[in-house]
């Protein structure tokens, strides 16, 4: 993938849909702005994002001229209590998702339009980037920043000491897990406890067995879940459970992704946001880490999909400086910004046309290439379908694992069509 220091151009899928016009520069809006405070509400608790944030948020004040205050709270605190927060005394900003949690916020008029925001960054992005960031009014609500993939981790030096190659199809994934065990390692690592990191698993299998267009429909309940294709999901997420590291549920990602560091894992699935992320933080071999797509089952999807959910941020409804706020939404929707924010974070990909990041290490040039390779991306489970049925799912999903039974598989699959029942029409 080439050395670090390389210039690449970023964006992957997202920017390579967008026209070759000039991306141009943050306007300046109206009303005073300068020497005001605007309060930003922030996940981004891990150490590299922090960073990673604080670098980006002060360049925008000092293009802005804007006080800008951080208020961070524990990535899953604040996905937890987005809606209390919101509804209560929030910041002019804070930190969301692209897709349906975005667009679910701004129909419950939690959120503020930011539309003339985008007359001035529109050319900054290509069309798709666009249409996450477009609320179900046909609106603008979101200014995104990245991107990342979903992708299968290993480290390059255990895979050579031991002879394992890369696998593409699913009977050879199997059989490369069935080697390691066999070899005293754990195939699989896995923390589940915080809930979330099971729903990329569930959606992997799903659009590789499935397709995409059928994981965009299930998410929004226009195909039950009793439906036999969820029940081919769960069959075949069973046979990795005699894989997977024992004790899921009570183990968070990060230390899961500890065992793949110290090499008594073989492999794991999750984003370069978590996985490449923790290298950085813990400040082990990121040289070392490599991915590869997750393998392909059905013939017809092949790997055409991934999730490679998109980050970015939102105008509070209830907003007490919403001038100032927008003019550093302003600023971060330009590629200046993006590059800032990028010269700390080693694992995300940014999102503006054009973009050139001098410091892009082997894995951000690998996850733009990989990206730009697929025919649609999904945000995510928790992103793409309503948060209480996300919600659902979390809980059930991690049931399946304490028992991927057959028997517990239907039982499950009329759960998680009952409760679809009761949000979708309630």
């Not at 009014?137 to 299968?152: A, I, K």
């Not at 190659?165 to 754990?186: E, H, Q």
């Not at 059928?214 to 039950?224: D, G, N, R, T």
């Not at 899961?256 to 492999?267: C, H, I, N, Q, Y």
Request: charged share 20%; proline share 5%.
């Amino acid at each position: 993938m080439g050395a670090a220091g390389l210039t690449v151009a970023a964006g992957g899928l997202l920017a390579a849909c967008g026209d070759d016009s000039d991306s141009g520069g943050a306007g300046k809006p109206a009303g005073p702005v300068a020497g005001s405070t605007v309060t930003f509400g922030s996940n981004y608790s891990d150490p590299a994002t922090k960073d990673a944030f604080a670098a980006l948020t002060a360049s925008a004040g000092a293009s802005t001229k804007v006080k800008v205050k951080i208020n961070t709270v524990d990535h899953n605190s604040f996905q937890q209590n987005i809606t209390s927060y919101l509804q209560g005394t929030p910041d002019d900003l804070f930190t969301w998702f692209a897709g349906y949690r975005m667009q679910y916020f701004a129909a419950q008029g939690l959120a503020a339009p930011i539309d003339d925001v985008w007359e001035k960054i529109g050319g900054n992005f290509g069309p798709v980037a666009k249409q996450l960031s477009t609320g179900l009014d046909g609106r603008q609500y979101l200014v995104p920043l990245y991107n990342y993939p979903w992708v299968v981790f290993y480290r390059k030096s255990l895979f050579a000491e031991n002879g394992y190659t890369v696998p593409t199809t699913w009977d050879a994934y199997l059989t490369l897990c069935k080697t390691m065990k066999s070899d005293g390692l754990i195939p699989i690592a896995f923390g589940e406890k915080d809930g979330w990191p099971a729903l990329g698993t569930f959606d992997i299998l799903n659009m590789r067995l499935n397709g995409y267009d059928y994981h965009v429909k299930l998410m929004k309940h226009e195909i039950p879940w009793t439906d036999q294709g969820v029940h081919t999901v769960f069959q075949h997420w069973a046979e990795m459970m005699p894989y997977v590291q024992s004790g899921a549920n009570g183990r968070t990602w990060q230390d899961a992704a500890k065992t793949l560091e110290s090499k008594k894992a073989g492999m794991m699935f999750q984003g370069t946001n978590q996985v490449a992320a923790q290298f950085v933080s813990d400040k082990s071999d990121l040289d070392d880490l490599d991915f590869f797509p997750f393998p392909g089952i059905n013939p017809k999807w092949g790997q055409d999909y991934m999730d490679a959910p998109a980050d970015g941020f939102m105008l509070s409804a209830k907003a007490k400086n919403p001038a100032a706020a927008k003019a550093v939404l302003e600023y971060i929707g330009t590629g200046e910004a993006e590059a800032e924010y990028l010269r700390t974070d080693q694992w995300d990909v940014g999102l503006a046309k054009g973009l050139k990041v001098p410091s892009y290490n082997a894995i951000q040039q690998k996850s733009v290439a990989e990206i730009a390779k697929c025919k649609a991306v999904g945000q995510f489970m928790d992103r793409d379908a309503d948060p209480a049925m996300a919600t659902a799912m979390i809980s059930l999903i991690q049931k399946f694992i304490g028992d991927p039974s057959t028997k517990n598989i239907a039982s499950l699959q009329k759960s998680a069509e009952s409760q679809a029942k009761a949000i979708y029409t309630g």
